[in-house]
């Protein structure tokens, strides 16, 4: 059953997918008119803020011939980046999307400005891959990009420098207006759209577009972002970035004395609240769908835009996020199903997974997205990689991989694979929880199908966080229904460690967990065998690092409950 449910699923995409091509082929010559066939970019009229904090001393790395980009690095000895061949495609899009000029500005020195006209002049002359550069994602961002750092870049520059400049930023107008009349996918028209209005509002010459742009960011925002202020893809890094641009586009509204667009307005109001949900106290965002390491400074920044005295959310029923918090003790669960497919490139197979953070540390984690590494990536999308329970080593979610199926199916997957990326295929249905509050405690529950499919057993999950914080009590719940029934299933239930976390085992069978802060933490269970195994935590801020969990092991024939509890031990007085 659940191999013919994914491959009708594929097949619809396969049609999906070649209707989309043909629809593109035919706006090409029935699509509207190109606004900006003839348009001459003449001038620069303001320079967008750039939000995104920067540090000087990478200048100095660029100096000495090093690029640190998505956790690799390049060093070109001399010759310019875009003479080597990329270490990783994330680098790739980093470099051809120029954000990190914004660090050579930072220096703010002459020689500085000299090394962002060199690069910049680089990829105007055409070195490097141009299919590297030509996605729209990565054009849109080079085109916010260069308009921000416009200031470093034509500081001291001569004519013919700056003519190719505005020539550039005219052409990327053009491409990414094309794009939008051909029908890009959802995510990137949403970045097109942003990149054109501000190229509308920035550049003499380009305000024929400004209409157009406006009325596309307006219904890609009511479309992309949820009402609860979270992003169809359910990944915060992509709201993170998204606001980065979108408050500093307000603001270039404002300059030029016109009115925002309302939709834009309230994108903002409701995405701000958002991170807070996601927001741990040590100022990083939960580990969900394609979060990695949280930026902190970025973080801090937006979070200004939302005042410092705003309630934080604790309920996102259109995003699938809950949070409960008790005296310094925060939790965040993911209790959504995955987004659309369009919108699951990132996603991960982490339903009913949770993090626990207690004060300034995090006890509880899941995985996190690494900077780059197809392999790494495609592990820290697992179940496994979450702390929530795995059924036969398998995930509760079906990846597009492009390998299954009889050779036909096979040449479909991979078609769609080149297109659209590892999409989610098949995942949980909706999920039904319950949250309520009771004397000296707050409880949720949830409960998902994503393992009905291939082994019939539905997964229940329930936490009880007391109200001053110090103790968690959690249940899992496994029960047979559907296909599969009476056949034993191998259950590992998992609680992935943050690194500074340092477990033990203590007496009377209950682990002991220490951090550096000086809190001590312990951990029990009934109902299964408890092991302590390595894990790796890929979102630490210098890369991946070697981590441990706590696995609960056991074996569902016809259901199965299985009780676990953390208790917060306070310190000796000194």
């Not at 996603?347 to 790494?376: H, I, K, M, W, Y």
């Not at 080149?418 to 309520?436: F, H, K, N």
């Not at 070697?546 to 569902?556: D, E, F, G, M, N």
């Amino acid at each position: 059953m659940a191999r013919g449910h994914e491959r009708w699923v594929l097949y619809r995409l396969a049609v999906r997918e070649a209707v989309r091509t043909m629809r593109s082929a035919v706006a090409r010559i029935t699509a509207p008119p190109d606004l900006l066939a003839g348009a001459r970019v003449t001038a620069l009229v303001i320079a967008p803020h750039d939000l995104r904090t920067s540090d000087a001393t990478f200048a100095d790395d660029i100096y000495s011939g090093l690029f640190v980009f998505a956790g690799r690095a390049l060093s070109v000895s001399g010759r310019s980046p875009f003479d080597y061949e990329p270490p990783s495609p994330e680098w790739a899009e980093v470099l051809y999307g120029f954000g990190w000029l914004r660090h050579l500005r930072a220096a703010d020195t002459a020689l500085a400005r000299a090394n962002a006209r060199a690069f910049v002049s680089d990829f105007l002359a055409n070195r490097g891959d141009a299919a590297l550069a030509r996605p729209v994602p990565i054009a849109a961002r080079r085109l916010i990009s260069f308009l921000c750092q416009s200031p470093l870049v034509l500081e001291g520059a001569d004519h013919t420098f700056y003519q190719a400049f505005l020539k550039s930023i005219g052409r990327s107008a053009r491409d990414l207006e094309r794009a939008l009349r051909r029908g890009t996918e959802r995510p990137s028209r949403l970045l097109a759209a942003v990149a054109l209005c501000y190229a509308g509002l920035c550049c003499e010459g380009l305000q024929p577009i400004l209409r157009r742009a406006t009325r596309v960011l307006s219904r890609e925002l009511d479309r992309q972002i949820l009402p609860d202020g979270g992003h169809r893809s359910r990944n915060a890094r992509f709201a993170v970035e998204l606001l980065l641009d979108l408050l500093p586009l307000r603001q270039s509204f404002l300059s030029r004395s016109l009115e925002p667009p309302e939709a834009l307005l309230r994108a903002i109001d409701r995405m701000l609240p958002m991170l807070r949900l996601m927001r741990h106290p040590d100022a990083s965002l939960s580990h969900f769908n394609g979060m990695g390491t949280t930026e902190a400074d970025h973080l801090t920044t937006l979070l200004i835009y939302d005042g410092a005295l705003v309630e934080t959310m604790r309920h996102a029923p259109f995003s699938g996020y809950e949070r409960l918090e008790g005296g310094r003790v925060v939790l965040v669960v993911d209790v959504g199903a995955p987004p659309r497919q369009s919108y699951s490139k990132l996603a991960c197979a982490g339903c009913l997974s949770f993090e626990l953070s207690s004060g300034l540390q995090r006890l509880v984690v899941n995985c996190g997205a690494p900077a780059s590494g197809t392999d790494q990536r495609s592990i820290s999308r697992s179940t496994a990689a979450h702390s929530t329970a795995t059924i036969a080593d398998a995930s509760s979610c079906r990846f597009l991989t492009g390998e299954d199926g009889w050779w036909g199916r096979r040449l479909i997957g991979r078609w769609l694979l080149r297109r659209w990326g590892p999409i989610i295929l098949r995942g949980p249905s909706p999920v039904a929880i319950d949250r309520r509050n009771e004397p000296g405690r707050a409880i949720l529950a949830g409960r998902h199908d994503g393992y009905q499919y291939p082994f019939g057993v539905t997964h229940e999950r329930r936490w009880e966080l007391s109200t001053d914080g110090n103790r968690l009590d959690g249940e899992d719940a496994f029960f047979r229904e559907g296909r599969g029934r009476g056949r034993a299933r191998d259950v590992a239930i998992r609680f992935h460690l943050h690194p500074t976390v340092n477990v033990q085992g203590g007496d009377d069978g209950r682990l002991v967990l220490m951090t550096p802060l000086g809190g001590t933490w312990t951990f029990s269970s009934e109902g299964a065998e408890v092991a302590i195994e390595n894990s790796v935590f890929f979102a630490g801020v210098a890369g991946p690092r070697r981590s441990s969990q706590i696995v609960l092991h056991l074996t569902v024939t016809e259901g199965a409950h299985v009780r676990w509890q953390f208790d917060h031990q306070e310190p000796a007085a000194a």
